[in-house]
């Protein structure tokens, strides 16, 4: 191979690699309080329509909506939630939308869990807690699976559905908490995502 071929690939994946990184980079806000709103929810309307995603049974729990920051993402793969959900997202309301507030706020995901840690609280510890979550997100089908694939750290999303219960057929079951106000193991909420939308960034 000449040279000149040679400078030439690495020159392209040099470019490749720059336009990937550009497009992972965080979307950025002034300081402001950008999702003022609380989640919304609401009871079934008579009996549960069941869902099936795959060979997993997918029980509505609540109907379900949102517009908040994306404080972080996570993509799963191998484990077995990621068969039906294989995006979580960490959403932030109210103050936690705040680059002020976030900027003071170390976030972090792992192992399906939404983390954070301060060296001083920018506003108090429950409103931290009653303000964000970790999401995993079920999209009902492909357009929504793409939608959920162009989400990026520090994006505006709506989306609405529903808190769901999961049953796979060995037994497994993964259910939604149904309130903001907890923290820890359980206290994730798992969505049903029919629509999703990301504001013009």
Not at 96 to 101: F, G, K, L, Q, R
Not at 121 to 135: G, V
Not at 164 to 176: D, F, L, Q, V
């Amino acid at each position: 191979m000449s040279n000149t071929r040679t400078l030439a690939l690495i020159l392209a994946a040099l470019i490749a690699s720059a336009l990937w990184l550009h497009a992972q980079r965080p979307v950025s806000h002034p300081p402001g309080i950008i999702a003022p709103d609380i989640p919304g929810q609401g009871d079934i309307d008579g009996a549960a329509h069941p869902l099936r995603k795959k060979d997993i049974a997918i029980t509505p729990l609540a109907t379900f909506s949102i517009t908040a920051r994306v404080l972080s993402r996570a993509d799963y793969h191998w484990d077995t939630v990621a068969a039906i959900s294989p995006t979580d997202l960490a959403l932030g309301w109210g103050r936690m939308s705040d680059t002020a507030v976030l900027d003071k706020i170390e976030i972090w995901q792992s192992v399906r869990f939404y983390n954070w840690r301060v060296r001083e609280f920018p506003i108090p510890e429950r409103e931290i807690i009653e303000s964000s979550a970790n999401m995993h997100l079920i999209p009902a089908d492909s357009s929504v699976a793409r939608a959920i694939d162009h989400v990026k750290q520090g994006d505006v999303v709506s989306f609405e559905g529903y808190l769901i219960e999961a049953r796979w057929p060995n037994g497994g079951i993964m259910r939604s908490s149904l309130t903001r106000s907890d923290s820890g193991a359980g206290a994730c909420e798992v969505v049903w995502v029919e629509h999703l939308s990301i504001a013009p960034r």
